[in-house]
């Protein structure tokens, strides 16, 4: 047996944390389809960024918060249909991705796979998915109170401007835990931990805690089981936490009285 | 009870803030006031303007354009003309209809955490005040705990108007106060709100599809139906002929003596 990898271990644990913690906003606001579209935009960012020699992470962050300004707009014009928009709009950049990407990579792209990190891309991945965390919880009053009325956040001076905080937080997730679960699955992984949270609290606090923690250890249990078995870590990690919420289910029955 | 005396002084109708200040003051004033939805104009030309400590009622007959007028007033839509507001002042809203899903995982408390600034490290004088304000709302303190999306229509309705004056806002806005409510409860608002004029100066602006309340606890009225129909002291504007020209022909009839009246529709849905 293979000693264990501690740097990926770390990064899978704040990555995951990070993408509980955001992804309970985004299941929340019904975004979940549109948060799994939104990853699938990573991919002609990482074509460009190959084409052009840079660290993909730079083409994913920008075609990234680029979507995440779009979904924004879209939002605040509430009479266009904005999931299938951005579903057509975000699936055919999949393709276009699939197109330009070279062969040798795409796998790559798609499932994930953890490039030996520098120190330096070590600590900056680290510091951001850390950061991320951070101001999820720090801003969870605003968003939520967004999510339970938009009417009643308005006159509670809470402006449409931290919505547009809350898609750049989770672009930056997205666009870092792409390293460790790849495009297709980084959607699942913000929603997952979320969903089971959901299943397993009654209050917000309890329900945002449990989705950053349960993202944490179903990522280091997804990475430490690949790493042993040899096996690409992003698809362990999406199985393990599908496994979990099913676990979870029973619990939905118990948890809620009836209205 | 302290409400009930409040409630024997509802007929002081003619009570008036000059008791805290010399001069009745201006708390807003509207002018001209327009509003297109989706190119339609469904609020043109209203004038009006509310004093501090006083209740106007807005009435008027279903898609009229009431609740676009209090969300005009809320600064939640665009609109022409010119609603000022004595600046800084602070406002809470009872929408006419709130809805959470059942599996929102959020508590009563942490719902009126969102007021208060703080979710994770709630100030503990806030949370301490919470228990009286359900009791003055007739709710029992085990919701405090409950899931929001696990409560009754009633219980939510109830818990909006607390939630709505937790922190003593110097406006209230009610949005059909006491449409999912009993009878009892409906009293109970009314009370509380005299006994908050009294007590704290707060100014009341509602919706009511229920003229004997308009009737009874108003001081002014405003009559809207796509325009300012007719505004005024209850007892001047709401005259029968008035009546019929807002609602129709068929409809409400209000008979100031006995405090009953026939032919009430349902409150129905607003736009």
Same mark, same amino acid.
């Given at each position: 047996m293979a000693s264990l990898p501690i740097a990926q271990l770390c990064i899978a644990a704040v990555i995951g944390a990070a993408s509980g913690a955001i992804g309970s906003f985004i299941l929340l606001r019904k975004m979940a389809l549109v948060g799994d579209a939104v990853s699938h935009v990573a991919l002609p960012g990482i074509a460009v960024a190959l084409a052009y020699r840079v660290d993909p992470f730079w083409g994913v962050i920008t075609v990234l918060l680029a979507a995440a300004a779009i979904i924004w707009w879209l939002e605040a014009r509430s009479r266009l249909p904005v999931d299938a928009l951005v579903g057509l709009l975000f699936t055919a950049s999949l393709a276009i991705g699939i197109l330009t990407i070279p062969d040798t990579e795409i796998l790559e792209s798609l499932f994930g796979a953890f490039p030996a990190l520098s120190p330096l891309a070590f600590g900056a991945t680290v510091g951001a998915a850390s950061l991320s965390l951070l101001l999820t919880f720090w801003l969870a009053r605003p968003f939520l109170f967004a999510i339970v009325s938009e009417d009643l956040a308005r006159i509670g001076k809470v402006g449409r401007g931290y919505e547009l905080l809350l898609l750049v937080i989770f672009s930056v997730v997205v666009a870092l835990g792409i390293k460790l679960v790849g495009t297709l699955l980084m959607g699942a992984l913000t929603i997952i931990p979320a969903a089971i949270a959901r299943n397993l609290s009654a209050g917000m606090r309890q329900y945002m805690i449990t989705a950053a923690v349960l993202g944490a250890t179903i990522s280091i249990a997804g990475v430490a089981a690949a790493s042993i078995w040899s096996i690409r870590p992003g698809p362990v990690v999406i199985l393990l936490g599908v496994g979990v919420f099913a676990l979870s289910l029973p619990a939905v029955g118990l948890k809620r009285p009836a209205g | 009870m302290a409400a009930q005396e409040v409630f024997a002084s509802q007929l002081d109708r003619d009570f008036l803030p000059g008791e805290r200040s010399a001069m009745p003051s201006k708390v807003l004033e509207v002018e001209n006031l327009g509003v297109i939805l989706e190119g339609e104009q469904v609020l043109s030309d209203i004038s009006f303007s509310i004093e501090a400590a006083s209740i106007t009622a807005i009435v008027g007959p279903n898609g009229s354009g009431k609740t676009t007028l209090l969300r005009a007033l809320l600064g939640l839509l665009p609109c022409q003309g010119r609603i000022s507001w004595t600046p800084g002042i602070s406002m809470g809203y009872v929408p006419q209809r709130f809805a959470v899903p059942p599996s929102l995982p959020l508590t009563v408390t942490e719902f009126f955490l969102l007021k208060s600034g703080r979710l994770w490290r709630p100030d503990l004088a806030f949370i301490k005040h919470l228990p009286h304000e359900l009791e003055l709302m007739g709710l029992? !303190?085990?919701? !405090?705990?409950?899931?929001?999306?696990? !409560?009754s229509s009633g219980q939510l309705q109830r818990l909006m108007v607390s939630w709505a004056m937790v922190t003593h806002p110097a406006v209230l806005i009610f949005d059909e106060p006491t449409a999912a409510v009993d009878v009892g409860f409906s009293d109970t608002i009314y009370q509380i709100m005299h006994r908050l004029i009294h007590e704290r100066g707060t100014t009341i602006l509602l919706v009511s599809h229920d003229l004997n309340v308009v009737w009874t606890h108003a001081s002014q009225v405003l009559c809207i139906n796509?325009? !300012?129909?007719c505004q005024g002291p209850p007892q001047e504007v709401l005259t029968p002929e008035a009546l019929r020209q807002l609602f129709g022909e068929v409809g409400w009839y209000h008979h100031p003596h006995g405090h009953h009246h026939l032919g009430e529709g349902s409150p129905g849905e607003e736009r």
């Open positions: - | 029992p !303190l085990s919701v !405090l705990d409950r899931p929001l999306g696990s !409560l796509r325009s !300012l129909v």
